[in-house]
């Protein structure tokens, strides 16, 4: 599967992004999905995961309340909405897709789990 992120951009501290990610293929809803991003020089962190189905919904602490995941399997699209943003998110958010079947969160945290990755896209919160 080859994935597509966008809607990335620069937003002031508070504000808000919707990331897409477009899938290609016709078995999407074969892939779990996340988000992760990282910072130059510091490794990639996990930010929300979703299931299949999309009965399963994993965030990293920095993430709830504030970042929600979702997915639309008939688009091949996963989504990331960001709101209150701050100025610690900046980062590069990548999308990845992993069609190994698991049933504990750890998996969905972990970056090794996944197979396919997006080219990433840049998000920049200014203070």
């Known amino acids: 599967v080859q994935l597509q992120a966008s809607g990335g951009g620069l937003v002031q501290a508070g504000g808000s992004l919707r990331l897409s990610c477009a899938a290609s293929g016709r078995t999407f809803s074969s892939y779990r999905m996340a988000w992760f991003r990282q910072v130059p020089g510091k490794e990639r962190e996990f930010v929300a995961a979703i299931s299949m189905s999309g009965d399963r919904i994993y965030y990293a602490d920095s993430a709830k309340g504030r970042f929600t995941i979702s997915r639309d399997n008939a688009k091949n699209t996963v989504y990331l909405q960001m709101n209150s943003l701050k100025p610690e998110d900046t980062a590069v958010y990548y999308c990845?897709?992993?069609?190994?079947?698991?049933?504990?969160?750890?998996?969905?945290?972990?970056?090794?789990?996944?197979?396919?990755w997006g080219q990433g896209t840049e998000v920049t919160v200014s203070s």
């Open positions: 990845a897709a992993s069609s190994k079947i698991r049933y504990s969160g750890s998996y969905y945290r972990d970056g090794h789990e996944y197979d396919y």
